[in-house]
Structures are given as C-alpha cells and as structure tokens.
C-alpha cells in the first residue's frame, strides 16, 4: 500500500477515535456542534476541530499558512527552500524564510541534545532507503558507505543575521521529516489562539495537539498508538489540555524483506534503521515542534538513554513501548495514563 494512503487510513481511525470521545464530551453540552476542515498537507491526512466557535474562515487561515509551511519545508515541492537548500550544497548558501530557519536552527539543537541520534542531514540515507515510497529497498553496504560522510550537522552552516544555509559537501540534504509537523502544529495553535479559540483540535497525521479543554471543561482524552496493531488501536489514553501527544515508531513506515522489518527512523553512525527493543516512544509536552523532535530522538536513542533524558527534562512526559510490549514511563506520567490493553505490562 502507498504510505499515502496508509497515512489517511492511519488519520481516519485516529480520527474517528477522538470524534467518539469528542462525542462523549459534548453530550451534556448546550453549545452548537464543532466545526472541522480536513486535507492533505506536509504528506499527511491534517484535520482541526474548532469547538468553541463557528467562524469557518479561520479554516482558511489555518490551511494557508499550512500550504505555506509546505511550500518551504516539504521536500516533495521542487521549488521547496528545503529542495533549494540541498540543490546548493556545496556549492553556495541559501536565503530562507524566518519558519524554515527556525526549524533548521531547532533540528541542529535536537542533533546536540541527542549526541547524534538526530541528524536532520539524514537526507541522503533517506532517499537511498525509500522507506515509505514504492521504491523502498535495501541498499548495499557500498551504497550505505558512501551516504555515510554526507550525514553530519555539525558541518551545517547558518548565518542568523542573513538566515542563509549552507551544506559544505556536494551530495548532503536536509530532511525534516522528524521536526516540520511538530512546528506546523504549533502554528496552528497560535493561530487558533490569535483568534481567541480556547478549545480545538489540531491532528497532523496522528500527531496531536490540543488546545484549552473540551468544552464542558473536561480534558481531552487522546489515545496513545499501538505499535504493534492497526492504525487508531491504542494501549491506553492520556488526558491532557493544551498540550500534545506525538508517537515515533517502527509502525508507522517501513517495508519487510525476508522477514525482517525495516523501519523509517535511521541510525546516522550504521546507516541502517535504529535497532534497539523499542517499538514506539510517544511523547506528551506543550509544544509539538519538541513532541516532534524528541519522540525521534528517544526512539533513537534507546529506552535507557532516552528514559534519562525524559527524566532529565523538566519538560516532557515519556511512554515507551518495546518489542516485548512492556511499557516505561518517565516521571509524570503515572498522573496522566490509563493502559487499558492488558497485552501490555506497566513496568
Ligand atoms: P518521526 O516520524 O517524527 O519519528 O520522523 C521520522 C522521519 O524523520 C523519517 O521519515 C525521516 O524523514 C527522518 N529521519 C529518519 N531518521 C532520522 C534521524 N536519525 N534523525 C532525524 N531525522 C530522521
Ligand atoms: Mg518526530
């Protein structure tokens, strides 16, 4: 199946998940019914759910600073800054809007934090793998070999004062993939908030963000993925307000051969996807562009050196599934997360 399609099916069932529970919220409710808008943005099903007004053409604003955000950052639009960017490497830097610098500017950070676990010049091993397009396939160790000195951040050049790019050797590429929807989210909520909506909805492809409460004043109740199920099966259920519930994991791309899965996440040191015994890490925090990155980089980084960044942070809550389906926790969490599939073990 195109990953397309499967990415639809994914936000259809997590959809109709939280309808269900947006349904429950509003029974008593005398407000009028929400209002919503879904399509295709960033290669994903968005949908956002305004429950506390009826002022459709906030829609438009929403999705145009989407299409925006997109016209910079997506590398499937040619005429991308991202597509730009990689165009000129090693060759010269490139001019870019304030949004696509600043997301650039947070993926190095997140490749620091990380030790290198997060690599947002992970380009080139991403296009040789093609997990999640129709040309997926398992490269030889040559071909690995000679994407592996492209993949290095720390080599990316930024200059604040005239917000340019540059990536020193022909042949890098920048990927966001782990970061743009997380900051597009965010975007969506200050929109929301700029236009004095306190209670919504904001799902891009799973990822979800909430803003305010449910309108009956209750908190949202947002369904945490089973990774080893289909789309929309969850273990358990967070309740949050204003805060957001991002999930990485070996479920959401990858494609099998011989019986072994290969998953989207990438190791930079190997060039082959991150093996360890995690199948997912979600993430729960205030800001999504962070949900994004860090549910990438604890996936990354393993249950033990992720669960201590968890814990290190006084930002962020942390469940982590693995291949075993035990689950772990970072600190906070208990408060927040009912596991409701007893296939699952609460460690
Ligand atoms: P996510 O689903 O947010 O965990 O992001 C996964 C996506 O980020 C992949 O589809 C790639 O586009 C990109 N990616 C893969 N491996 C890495 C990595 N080690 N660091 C940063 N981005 C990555
Ligand atoms: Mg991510």
Same mark, same amino acid.
């Given at each position: 199946m195109n990953h397309l399609i499967r990415n639809i099916l994914k936000v259809v069932t997590v959809g109709l998940m939280s309808t269900s529970m947006l349904l429950t919220g509003c029974q =008593?409710?005398?407000?009028?019914d929400p209002i919503t808008r879904s399509n295709l943005k960033l290669g994903t099903l968005v949908g956002i759910t305004i429950h506390d007004s009826q002022d459709t053409q906030l829609f438009n604003i929403l999705f145009d600073r989407l299409d925006a955000i997109e016209q910079h950052m997506s590398l499937n639009i040619k005429t991308s800054e991202i597509n730009a960017i990689n165009a000129s490497a090693g060759i010269e830097p490139v001019q870019v809007s304030e949004d696509t610098f600043e997301v650039i500017q947070s993926s190095l950070h997140y490749g620091d934090l990380s030790k290198g676990a997060f690599d947002s010049t992970i380009g080139p091993l991403v296009t040789l793998w093609g997990i999640g397009s129709d040309n997926a396939k398992l490269p030889s160790q040559a071909e690995i070999d000679t994407k592996l000195p492209l993949i290095d951040y720390n080599s990316v050049i930024l200059n604040i004062e005239d917000k340019t790019v540059f990536l020193p050797l022909q042949g890098m590429a920048l990927d966001l993939g782990a970061i743009a929807k997380g900051y597009a989210a965010d975007e969506m909520y200050r929109i929301l908030d700029e236009n004095k909506v306190n209670s919504a909805v904001i799902n891009l492809g799973g990822n979800i963000l909430v803003k305010g409460r449910k309108v009956d004043n209750t908190p949202w109740r947002v369904g945490v993925q089973n990774p080893f199920d289909t789309r929309g099966a969850y273990i358990g259920v967070v309740s949050i307000s204003d805060q957001t519930v991002v999930t990485s994991g070996i479920y959401e791309r990858f494609f099998e051969l011989d019986g072994q899965r290969y998953h989207h996440i990438l190791n930079p040191a190997t060039g082959?996807?991150?093996?360890?015994?995690?199948?997912s890490v979600t993430i729960i925090t205030s800001k999504s562009i962070d949900a994004d990155a860090y549910s990438t980089v604890l996936f990354a980084s393993g249950l033990e050196a992720g669960l201590e960044l968890a814990n290190g942070s006084n930002e962020i809550m942390a469940i982590f599934v693995t291949k075993d389906k035990k689950v772990y926790v970072s600190d906070g969490v208990e408060s927040i997360?009912?596991? =409701?599939?007893?296939n699952f073990i609460l460690q």
């Open positions: =008593s409710s005398e407000n009028a082959y996807p991150v093996n360890n015994n995690l199948a997360f009912e596991l =409701s599939d007893n």
